[in-house]
Structure formats: C-alpha cells, structure tokens
C-alpha cells in the first residue's frame, strides 16, 4: 500500500529562520514520484516541484531545496531564511507509474507553517 | 495558458439537500480531471477522475457522483447532502502521460453542511 506521511502537524518560526519540512513515503513501486505542494490561505494548492524515484539529486530552487533519501524513504524540504509569505499548509504526496489518470496522488495530512515577523 | 476555474468559492447547504459543484478548464484539450476533499484537519483525498467525456471512476464509496458532459467540465454532485460531506473541495486536472505530467489545482470550494 502506499503512503505518505507528514509528522509535523504545525511548525512555528521566526522569519530569517531556515525550517525543514519532514515527508516520509512508503510504496512498493519501483518507479514512483514524489510531489510537494503549497496551500496559501487562499486555498489554491500551488504545485512545488515533482521528482522521480530514479533521481536522488538533491535539488535547490531559491531559498527552497528539498532532499530525497531512497534509503530511508523520505522527501525532506527546506526553507531558508523564511519569510512570512511562506506561511502556508504544505502537503507532500506519491505517485506510482508513469502518469496518467489512473495513476493518482497520494497526499500526506500536510505540515502548517506560520512564519511569524 | 492554461486555466482552471471552480466555484463557487463558499456554499452553506442544509443537510438534505442537494449539491453542484462546477469545474472547467480552459486552454487545453482532453485533459484528466480529478475532484478531491480536504477534510478539517486532514489530507486530500480523491473522489473521483475521469480521463474522458462520461468517463468516471470512483475511488471512495460515498454520497456523492461526478459527471462529465463535455471534455472541459467536471461536476460534482449529490442528491442529499450529509454533514459529514463538509469540506473543501478541490478540482483538478492534469494532461498526458509521463515524467512531465503534473496536477493543476483549482481554488476550492469551502462546502459547510449544516
């Protein structure tokens, strides 16, 4: 079966402060991508970035990277230097295959960050 | 560009009566279309999809049925709305196949059954 899994129910930081957000995914697939999303109050989920299970790179876009560890499932993200725009649910999500309808995002309960000014 | 419109935004409903729930698309053709609830408190959890015109599947047994009349609308409906049937919920679509396939949101419509 697969899973995901957001620990961290509410994160509270202080801007300028970096944060981690802690994704962990269980699947038996051997092809699979992983998936984190931004829910600003507005409620628009904003698609972050995507990464396939072949690809272990550590990827780095601004003042976000995120850390993929196969060994021990986890999809980690980072915000650095945290600012309060950043104040939002941020969910991971799975999914196996190659695309299509049928392969459908599995979404963690997500994690919400209150950066305070 | 590609663009996803869903409303309405808020709707308060009694319990017992109906619901419709509206999605389109715009710029694109033959898209996949997804409809999710976000529970308070909780992840997404998909409701239905469909891959084409009067194509459905349904992933959770419920109160609710999603239709799809032509290629870039996607309904969601029920005949009697229940108070556990509140949440936000949340259109979706998505085109192709692929590593570069990737799943576009609405803005939601926050559903309070009272």
Redesign the interface.
């Given at each position: 079966a697969q899973k995901v899994t957001q620990a961290q129910t509410e994160i509270s930081v202080v801007e300028k402060e970096d944060v981690t957000l802690d994704c962990v995914y269980e699947t038996r697939d051997t092809t699979y991508y992983l998936f984190w999303y931004k829910q600003p109050p507005s409620g628009e989920l904003v698609f972050l970035i995507r990464r396939n299970s072949f690809d272990e790179q550590n990827e780095i876009s601004g003042r976000y990277s995120w850390n993929f560890q196969k060994s021990t499932s986890s999809f980690n993200f980072t915000i650095t230097a945290s600012q309060v725009v950043d104040s939002a649910v941020y969910f991971c999500a799975l999914r196996k295959g190659y695309g299509g309808a049928t392969n459908k995002l599995i979404f963690g309960t997500g994690t919400l960050l209150a950066v305070q000014p | 560009s590609q663009t996803i419109h869903q409303w309405p935004a808020t709707l308060v409903q009694p319990v017992g009566s109906p619901l419709s729930l509206e999605c389109t698309v715009e710029g694109t053709s033959n898209p996949?279309?997804?409809w999710?609830r976000q529970a308070a408190?909780?992840?997404?959890?998909?409701l239905f999809?469909?891959?084409g015109i009067g194509q459905i599947?349904s992933?959770v047994p419920q109160n609710l049925s999603a239709s799809r009349p032509q290629d870039r609308q996607f309904i969601l409906s029920s005949k009697k709305l229940l108070l556990s049937d509140s949440g936000?919920y949340?259109c979706?679509w998505?085109v192709?196949?692929?590593?570069?396939?990737?799943?576009?949101?609405?803005?939601?419509t926050?559903l309070s059954v009272l």
């Open positions: - | 996949n279309l997804y999710y408190g909780r992840g997404l959890q998909l999809y469909s891959v599947s992933e936000f949340l979706a998505s192709g196949v692929g590593p570069n396939e990737k799943l576009f949101f609405g803005s939601g926050q």
